[in-house]
DNA sequence: CTGAAAGCGCTTACAG
DNA sequence: CTGAAAGCGCTTACAG
């Protein structure tokens, strides 16, 4: 503690190397022109007190505070979701891999004007040069009067046609690809009664999944029942639900169902294992996502898989990029998937 | 991008409010000495204006971070560390609970100078007023120099007697509890050739649960066979070695093993699976954490459980007890420990 | 190539 | 109760 009082500054540094303050920030700043010996007489003194520049104080002059803001909408206890967990780590390697820090928030529900405020504060605060936002509705006010106010911000599952301003950069999943996937090789098994646990419709990646679910049917002539069209969520419960209620309603169930994630599935499957039902010897599954613990569930679940890691390296380094050089996104990304098949789905 | 040329600032809102900055400042800070007018008519204008003091500015004038620094070690890919990301969430969780920020950064080895100059220049850039570390070997030289710099540091799992820096705070797992539950359940079961694989013997936790060990088994009289004590670390892979090494040697088996953490232990199971021999049929194993994963393992795995989320809120609050106070830990935080009995061991 | 000086936006004794 | 002013530690035109 005695320590902290006397650190060491510019100003220090500059009167041991014989140099002003402005040299002593030249070679900090690595600027071009400041000759080879005068550069290294500061290092050496620069080194030898383990001289850092004091960031605030940088900030205040115009410099970026290399952090990013990582926000985590409706995450639930988040400290339980694995899924969550994972991307908070891709981005935090990924913003690390560019020298940048990050700062992660978590934010359960957009509806809390408290929880709203506290976010809009990181950023005009300047806490961040610029923050990412998971989990959010598709069309967010938070997040449109941040981008609104010129703030960058980098964004996971959105679709706005008309709005392109260049600081909204934005990822998505290839819902579209995804679910033929699934309903592909569901046909190919001979199911023509397939049903499906919706996601969030708040979100874009619902609805998108949804209606990629109707052409992906259409386009094999399948009919889609509306009975077997299930409300629900991007959470485990919602999957145990929508299944109790399509059971407790006595009418007849199809012969397979696609979940609107892996979490979804994993409800659906003990939902359908509580009432004495088999998977997939009484019902087929596919989740979305390819959680990792969808390879241990009983049995293991056929899924959609995403690639997260990618996804998330995309729009960190992306955000980045804008936040340095202004480039935006050309056209936004979205990530592969694939399907992989495990022993969830039985041919009819 | 536009709209950020003019940001609003302190002098602004005095204009508009018809005070001074100090009076303003005085308000944003919640000081008593305002009239209730005063500070009214001050708010009024800061939320119509959307005015959020700039933090470099403030930090720079004398105000904390109040953000906290959590540093991953040896993380591996930490993004498929669902441990590792478990604790990320809670002190993330903890420390927002507190108004506190986390900027958590990822140190895959304290052996990196580069990495090294990282994390210190985290704390000398004053971009954190306290730091966590987690997975850190006991004695550190990174920690011992922060902590002689006077930062405030929190640490999970250390024993260094006789240090005892009012800036150093540290919570630990209380392995002779967890151990002397597991060696005593296996006693109960009637095991008597019990083995263990060790952690990393570099953090304080590996050398404490093997001591742990020690003691639990000679107070029950049970002799310890060194050629049963596998050398190992905290990583799954150590524990399929540890388990193919003992098993290529061609010595006899003890009846159980205790492994110094689930992921040890999962490691462990698939090796004897692969070799041919099951769990606990042919050798009882018992691990420490309760991992997410360890009750879907085949068998489910007995273990001991550790409160990893109410350790890391202890920690997260006392640190920032001891920023804002100075207030140290009175004494070192010990997790408790926890038998869960699931399927992975038999009674002979 | 280099230094003196202004400025970034706050907070906080100090004086009244 | 309130304002003028110094100071926090940098960066960056500007001038030479």
Redesign the interface.
Known sequence: ????RNEINSIEIARLAGVSRSTVSRVVNNYPNVPPETREKVMRIIEEY????????Q??AGKK?R?IGLFLVDAGH?????L???L???V??NA?GCGY??????LRSTADGDAVRRV???F????IDGGIFIGAPNEEPLIESLI????AVGIVDQHLPGKSD??RLVVNFDNATGMDLAVGYLAELNHRNIGIINGAMNRFSGPDKYESFLRAMERRGLAVNPDWVLPGDFHESAGYEAISRLLASGKPLPTAIIAANDSVAFGAMKALKAHGLRVPDDLSIIGFDDH??SA?QHPALTTVRVDF?LLMKQLTDGLIRYIET?AAFTEPYVAPSELIIRDSCRSL
């Open positions: 503690m005695a320590s902290r383990n001289y850092f520049p004091n960031m605030s104080a900030v205040l505070t952090t988040v400290a339980g979701d694995i969550a967990n994972m908070i780590s891709s935090i390697e690390s820090y990050v700062l992660t928030h978590i809009k504060e990181i005009y605060q300047r806490r609104a106010e010129g703030f260049p600081n990792v613990l241990m890691d202004g």
